[in-house]
């Protein structure tokens, strides 16, 4: 169960994202159900195995990483 979600962005058996507190969050696994969706009060629930949870950060443009 996720709770803070603002939105959900995707849903697939394989690959779930939404976004809690301004961030993405991006689930990774197998057979996976989204078994509730409530965003009103920020609550998700999934089922399946889930074999990777992360955060997608934005990465900075190159002319910028060279330019400091």
Known sequence: SLTGVEKTDNATPTH???VIN???L???GKNLTVKKIDVAD???ELEGDIEEIKYQTA???LLKRLFK
Do not use: A, D, E, Y
Request: hydrophobic share 25%; proline share 7%; glycine share 20%.
């Open 59 to 61: 990465k900075t443009p």
């Open 26 to 28: 991006s689930i990774g």
């Open 42 to 44: 920020g609550v998700v």
């Open 16 to 18: 779930f994202s939404c």
């Open 22 to 24: 301004g961030k993405t």
